[in-house]
């Protein structure tokens, strides 16, 4: 049961060894087990309180504690890879765990697990994602050398995002192709962009010819990333999620997210941002592919998409807009589904 693992998490750490700060990684478990306990529990009879057992919780943790765009700086710097294109190296900074990512309408601030501020800059209101929107979905890079294949939805509010990966087969054909499935939020316009990503190739963050987990934030022209961790060889579940933590963690009119991978904590972000990020995005980035061979000789799947609003409600049907990439011959596809919630995409080609 996921509070149990959490428990038991829990109880490997004596109270007395932990400083101010180190209970918020166990916390955010807490909070993103009991965000999954009230996904599953929509479709039972008797749904638990999402608010009530976490504040139980929380106060528990209290009282033992004490209570990223083409544009660039120079022409001639070395550009590296990331979800959104080319970026100017000095623009791209790597969180260390349990680090935090600040952003507000001026500047991104990126802060170490102890809390001390490690770097500023100030945000480009003149540099845009490298990226499509829901508004226009189609005009976009349109060749394997640097495409993006993108589903949106809209909703007023999100309280949690999760989706899970089935970990393709690696590619046919190995080229230096970089490939990013991902399942993230973003505001409305789509300038910035919270994205737990599936990569295949070498980014920004590391990589090689493996799939690993790493996790993004990008804003203008500045992009921050997680630890970037490998995966083996297989084909296992890969939970990814995006939870909302503004009850616990932020104050109005701040939001605070956690997105990651269950199960795999240094491929996490922790972000406080400003603006309502109230957009699911579902993609695929391709930098440097040659044809379809650079892709997986399957279908990848995300199964088991659901969305909570705000108030911890599912939403179904999600209202998803759909950019397809049909001159190189890769679509997004929805199966039919009549349950409540668990939806699921395919990337097909």
């Avoid at 008797?46 to 919780?57: A, G, Y």
């Avoid at 296992?236 to 701040?254: G, K, R, Y």
């Amino acid at each position: 049961m996921h509070v149990q693992s959490a428990k038991r998490m829990e109880d490997n750490v004596p109270a007395s060894t932990l400083k101010e700060g180190q209970w918020i990684p166990i916390l955010q478990q807490v909070l993103w087990n009991l965000f999954a306990e009230q996904k599953d529990s929509i479709t039972t009879t008797t749904p638990m309180s999402f608010k009530i057992v976490s504040s139980c919780i929380l106060l528990a943790f209290y009282a033992l504690s004490g209570i990223a765009s083409p544009v660039g700086t120079s022409t001639t710097e070395e550009l590296v890879r990331t979800p959104v294109g080319l970026v100017p190296k000095s623009n791209v900074h790597m969180v260390p765990e349990g680090g935090k990512i600040i952003h507000s309408d001026t500047e991104i601030r990126l802060l170490n697990a102890d809390g001390s501020l490690f770097h500023t800059a100030p945000l480009n209101k003149n540099a845009r994602l490298n990226f499509p929107t829901p508004q226009n979905r189609t005009a976009h890079r349109r060749n394997l050398e640097d495409a993006t294949v993108a589903a949106f939805a809209a909703v007023n509010s999100i309280g949690g995002f999760e989706g899970n990966w089935v970990q393709p087969p690696l590619p046919q054909v190995q080229s230096g192709q970089l490939l990013m499935y991902f399942a993230g939020i973003a505001p409305s316009n789509i300038d910035a962009l919270i994205i737990p990503t599936l990569q295949y190739g070498v980014s920004a963050a590391g990589g090689g010819t493996f799939w690993s987990l790493v996790s993004w934030f990008i804003s203008g022209d500045q992009v921050a990333h997680s630890n970037l961790t490998q995966l083996g060889a297989g084909t296992v579940p890969i939970d990814s999620f995006v939870v909302n933590e503004d009850e616990f963690l932020a104050t109005p009119p701040a939001h605070a997210w956690f997105c990651g991978f269950s199960g795999f904590q240094a491929a996490g972000l922790n972000v406080q941002t400003l603006e309502n990020f109230n957009t699911a995005v579902v993609a695929l980035e391709i930098t440097g592919g040659n044809d379809i061979g650079n892709l997986p000789n399957e279908p990848t799947d995300l199964n088991q998409i659901f969305i909570l609003d705000a108030n911890s409600n599912g939403i179904f049907p999600i209202p998803w807009q759909f950019g397809q990439d049909t001159a190189d011959g890769i679509t997004i596809v929805r199966p039919p589904n009549n349950l409540n919630g668990d939806e699921t995409l395919v990337f097909e080609y």
